[in-house]
């Protein structure tokens, strides 16, 4: 992909995270990893493969608690 492309979308439905295609907008079932978190989120990540491309989609989720240790 180039700077004017879509990107790789992440969401959780339902207690399961889909990520969409940034080439044909068709979602795929994932399971994604957490990565460090900040006071405020949560960061996903998950990595699939559609098209023929390896991507990687992200999703920052606000906490419902903060975090302060």
């Known amino acids: 992909m180039t700077g004017g492309e879509a990107m790789a979308q992440l969401r ?16 795929h079932r994932v399971v994604p990893r957490q990565l460090p978190c900040d006071t405020f989120f949560e960061n996903y990540e998950a990595g699939f493969t559609c098209c023929g491309h390896p991507q990687v989609a992200q999703l920052a989720v606000e906490k419902d608690e903060l975090d302060f240790h």
Not at 12 to 27: K, L, Q, T
């Open 12 to 27: 959780c439905e339902g207690g399961r995270y889909e990520a969409r295609c940034a080439y044909c907008g068709a979602w």
